[in-house]
């Protein structure tokens, strides 16, 4: 047995600038294990496609802020991490994705020039490739929360994966990506209602999906229509993204943190917003309390008027604004 002091390493990410990350010290050397959260570890997978290795370093400061380096994206994701993990506890009060105060594993360096991340519940981990050229990891803060959201939706609602659920499973880690990255408030990396802003997935400078105007992306849906099953779950999630965006920031124009928005509804009704805070508590309510594998978007329109309802009052300008943004999105 080896004593493991807490510490808090020095990190030099790509997209956040220099940040903390959580570690412990091992006999003489670092491990990249976040005790303060969970024991949640960062793994290399050094270009594999499986196991990986614990991240260590002998004076606890990680990364370069570059992508040669092997450390640096081992970075972005624990401090991807670390903040949803502070997200859902400070907000939510929930201690980790399963509410149990248990860590899960990050694992960067999947593969070659991957052009993508994701979740598994089979090893309770989320698993980031390196981008176009190994040069663009996808490991920024709102991609991190947006995956790791995938195991709370894992652990809580369960959206089947396909769908309207499963459009309603993506716009859940959306929505979160959102907040995580609002309430994180890095200087390098502001919050946005944009989601995969620092990744250039694209390659000209584009972000991957816009929630006030999802068709912006060119495939997302602005609106529900019979057909909103049988599109892509990103496409889908589209509906309900919208709906967030509507129901925090209300319809029509609008700047945050320097990023200008145009947000529109169906039938050209007016919507007030109430303020992402609240939108937030509402969603996860819904999402903990009445969502299940099922969901489809009317289900969803009336499991979060009541989780407004429980929150706010039955005739709350909250549950008013709820049924309203949900209207706006043609989901009646
Ligand atoms: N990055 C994608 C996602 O989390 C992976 C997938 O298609 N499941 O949605
Ligand atoms: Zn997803």
New binding site residues.
């Given amino acids: 047995y080896q004593h493991q002091a807490i510490e808090t390493g020095t990190g030099n990410s790509q997209y956040s600038g220099k940040v903390t990350v959580g570690s412990v010290k091992s006999g003489s050397t670092f491990q990249l294990t976040d005790s303060g959260r969970g024991n949640h570890k960062t793994l290399d997978l050094n270009h594999g496609s499986s196991g990986g290795k614990l991240y260590t370093d002998a004076d606890d400061v990680w990364g370069t802020g570059k992508p040669s380096n092997t450390q640096t994206a081992a970075v972005d994701a624990a401090y991807g991490a670390g903040l949803t993990w502070d997200y859902y506890k400070n907000v939510h009060g929930r201690s980790g994705i399963k509410g149990d105060g248990k860590g899960a594993t990050s694992r960067v360096h999947y593969g070659n020039a991957y052009v ?4 598994q519940d089979s090893c309770f981990c989320m698993t980031y490739g390196d981008g176009e050229g190994n040069a663009k990891p ?1 490991t920024s803060i709102d ?1 991190a929360a ?2 790791m959201t ?1 195991g709370v939706t894992s652990a809580t609602g369960n959206m089947e ?1 396909s769908g309207e659920s499963g459009g309603l499973n ?1 716009a859940t ?1 959306d929505i979160f990506a959102a907040a995580v990255e609002f309430k994180a408030n890095n200087a390098l990396d502001k919050g946005d209602y944009l989601v995969g802003e620092k990744i250039d997935i694209n390659g000209d400078g584009t972000p991957l999906r816009y929630m006030d105007k999802p068709s912006k992306d060119g495939s997302s849906l602005d609106y529900w229509s019979s057909n909103a099953g049988n599109v892509d ?2 496409y889908s999630s589209g509906i309900a993204n919208h709906f967030f965006y509507l129901l925090s920031e209300g319809s029509g124009k609008k700047t945050i943190n320097g990023v200008a928005y145009d947000s529109p509804t169906k039938d050209g009704s007016k919507v007030t917003g109430i303020g992402r805070d609240k939108a937030e508590k509402i969603w996860f309510k819904a999402l903990t309390s009445y969502f299940t594998s099922t969901t489809n978007y009317a289900q969803a329109r009336k499991d979060t008027v009541k989780a407004a309802s429980d929150l706010y009052g039955a005739n709350s300008a909250e549950a008013k604004a709820v049924a309203a943004a949900w209207t706006g999105v043609n989901v009646k």
């Avoid at 993508?116 to 979740?119: D, L």
């Fill in positions: 993508n991340a994701f979740w996808l991609v947006h995956e995938h994966y993506e880690s779950v990103h």
